[in-house]
């Protein structure tokens, strides 16, 4: 079906401003509901700038996700028939407390812990048929060229032992990386454990095929934002006109803001003597969680996260990174299936609280979050990054050749 043309304007390349703007959301299941509470306040804060018109797509030049976050950036990026996009950012929440408990269905009854172990040794803990059912619905035929913003979703391929980087700065090289946004969405979702691998196969004009057999991109990484920098930088480098004249290692253009859905670091859940006596099984169920998953996909989130404070600090423009995430979540709150009324209510409000925390920074030594003197809430900060967002939207639009069209 034709969509109709927005009288919005999609935002101008980054060659026209003064910044890259790049938003990034960690992988997490349910935990989602974190970063959707996050970026309700930030899409609302650019409304009361910008009117109630505006949406996330607007103003940023790539919003990357992985997993959970991985489809929060279809639902952000995704257009509808007014060529806007599909969601606003306040739905998000809501699509989580109606879509959740259905997805990862609570099993019930004094033999659930017996089932589940049986489940984990037999095969995915659930069959995914209705996820994949609701993204096909939502998501339809669109395809990464018809994002309303530049998107990064990295998967990992099974088969080749390979991350697969689904970018629209890719899918303009090559058209079997033009692929439904669908097919990513189930394939970056695609846990161990918990939901089956996802396999599917595009073609491009000349015939040419090419197979996905793909699970989680958390496997690979799990917090994007260093993914999403690359992929930029790679523009940079082939001089791209739309990024003309900024230099490669120019990260003081950057603006950066990555949202996290928690973690349990805090907790100290494992330790090495408990370890030590682990075998396969219980790598991979161990008090209702899957240690070797939170391993993984706990430390690829960490190192980016680290890298990337070490980089803007060195280049004097920590200024420009934000970096929202909750180590101290503990017990049934770290779980990323665990998707009861209750549970989901609960993790609307941490997502809450975490606004009104203080904005924090790793430490590079111990690697826990630790509050920044003189900075505010994380609210507080949303706010000066929408007017930040804002500003930059505007300069570009008065440098686009439009603009001067219309002087002339």
Known sequence: MERTPSSVLQIQPPTFGNLITILSIDGGGIRGIIPSIVLAYLESQLQELDGEDARLADYFDVIAGTSTGGLITSMLTAPNQQNRPLFTAKDIKAFY?????????????????????????????????????????????????ETLSNIVIPTFDIKCLQ???????????????????????????????????????????RGNVKEFHLIDGGVAANNPALVAISEVTKQICDQSPDFFPIKPMDYGRFLVISIGTGSHKKELKYNAKMAAKWGTLDWLLHGGSVPLVDVFTQASADMVDIHISEVFQALHSEANYLRIQDDTLSGRDSSVDIATKEQLEKLVGIG??????????????????????????????????????????KLRETNSPQANKKLA
């Open 97 to 145: 407390l109606e879509h959740s408990p259905k997805i990862f269905p609570q099993k019930r009854g004094m033999f659930k812990t017996l089932r589940n172990t049986f489940k984990a040794i037999s095969g995915p803990k659930y069959d995914g048929r209705y996820l994949h059912k609701l993204i096909k619905e939502k998501l339809g035929d669109a395809r990464v060229h």
């Open 163 to 205: 991350p697969t980087i689904f970018s629209s700065y890719e899918a303009k090289k090559s058209a079997c990386l033009d692929v439904k946004l669908s097919d990513i969405c189930i394939g970056t979702s695609a846990a161990p454990s918990y939901l089956p691998a996802h396999y599917f196969k595009s073609q491009d004009s």
């Open 352 to 393: 809450e609280h975490i606004l009104k925390k203080p904005v924090s920074r790793v430490n590079l030594k111990t690697g826990l979050f630790e509050p920044l003197e003189k900075c505010g809430t994380n609210a507080e900060a949303l706010k000066k990054f929408a007017m930040l967002l804002s500003r930059e939207r």
